[in-house]
């Protein structure tokens, strides 16, 4: 079945950085557009970033635009989203997601506080 492992979040300190994994399987990983998407508390899912199957397609919320970059190693079925100049609002749980697959993994939980 499809299975989606986020990881990689953590607590850091504004302007700092982080880099997470979101390792998928149960799928033909290479031939999907994958997203990722953030929830902070309170608010509704967000769309952040999205990568075409051959990890040459990007686009990016206005929000993270210029601090974000969303990649993919289809080797490895992960795809990866490095996050620099983080600021308290970038604050979330956040998920990855296949495309056109209904399936939500558990979510990594990204802290930029100081």
């Known amino acids: 079945q499809v299975q989606l492992v986020e990881s990689g979040g953590g607590l850091v300190q504004p302007g700092g950085s982080l880099r997470l994994s979101c390792a998928a399987s149960?799928?033909?990983?290479?031939?999907?557009?994958m997203r990722w998407y953030r929830q902070a508390p309170g608010k509704e899912r967000e769309l952040v970033a999205t990568?075409?199957?051959?990890?040459?397609?990007?686009n990016y919320a206005d929000s993270v635009k210029g601090r974000f970059t969303i990649s993919r190693d289809n080797r490895k079925n992960t795809v990866y989203l490095q996050m620099n100049s983080l600021k308290p609002e970038d604050t979330a749980v956040y998920y990855c997601?296949?495309?056109?697959?209904?399936?939500w993994g558990q979510g990594t939980q990204v802290t930029v506080s100081s």
């Open positions: 149960g799928f033909t990983f290479s031939t999907y557009t």
């Open positions: 997601k296949p495309v056109t697959l209904n399936r």
């Open positions: 990568i075409g199957s051959a990890g040459i397609m990007t």
